[in-house]
């Protein structure tokens, strides 16, 4: 997944960290509005997360589309991204096709709340949920994301947000994961059977 905000890596390629896509390169546009997952941190959140074979992905966005071609190479069954932004979208797409994952991946060119409530009305369920906005949008997009989880996420789904390290995810859950990487904070939140 590829928040916005300072760029953790420079213009050019990222690698898959494992699965069928291990080692593949993904582009990274040449802009300071996205902030890609890295390696160290994308290897820490699949590791936590344990086997995802035939699991089904919602990449907020998207960006680059890291997270969920991550996902996708390591056995997930299909992923939707969601991106608003032109120049990610468009880098988004070509990653999607350079990996071959189109027939797994759908792409939603909206802003991530109407992406949300149109998933929902869709009836469309995932079993994780990767949400890594701007850094400034962290509250307005947890205050979004709450009336919908229950609703997107099947039971025991994962919730997996990333912000900054000084952060704290404000859903009415109690994560099950929550972790700091640099200047990442990783926090995972289950959907119980015992959730309200």
């Known amino acids: 997944m590829s928040g916005r905000g300072k760029s953790a890596h420079p213009p050019g390629k990222i690698r898959i960290v494992a699965g069928t896509k291990r080692g593949h ?33 919602l990449d907020l966005f998207a960006g680059t589309g890291a997270m969920g071609l991550e996902a996708l190479s390591r056995g997930a069954a299909d992923c ?3 991106e608003s932004d032109r120049v990610a979208l468009a880098t988004l797409r070509q990653n999607i096709q350079l990996l071959d994952f189109e027939s797994s991946s ?33 509250s307005e997009v947890e205050a979004s994301l709450q009336p919908h989880l ?13 912000g900054p390290r000084s952060s704290e995810v404000g859903l009415s859950r109690v994560p099950v994961f929550d972790r700091v990487y640099g200047d990442t904070r990783v926090t995972m939140i289950s959907m119980g059977s015992d959730d309200q």
């Open 106 to 138: 759908r792409v939603l060119s909206i802003d991530y709340k109407v992406a949300l409530h149109r998933l929902a009305s869709e009836g469309k369920t995932f079993d994780l949920l990767f949400a890594d906005p701007p850094y400034r949008m962290l």
């Open 25 to 57: 390169k993904i582009a990274v546009p040449e802009t300071e509005n996205l902030r890609p997952t890295g390696e160290r941190v994308r290897e820490a959140i699949f590791g936590a997360l344990g086997p995802i074979n035939g699991l089904r992905v």
């Open 80 to 82: 939707v991204f969601v």
């Open 150 to 162: 229950s609703r997107l996420l099947v039971e025991n789904g994962v919730l997996v947000v990333e």
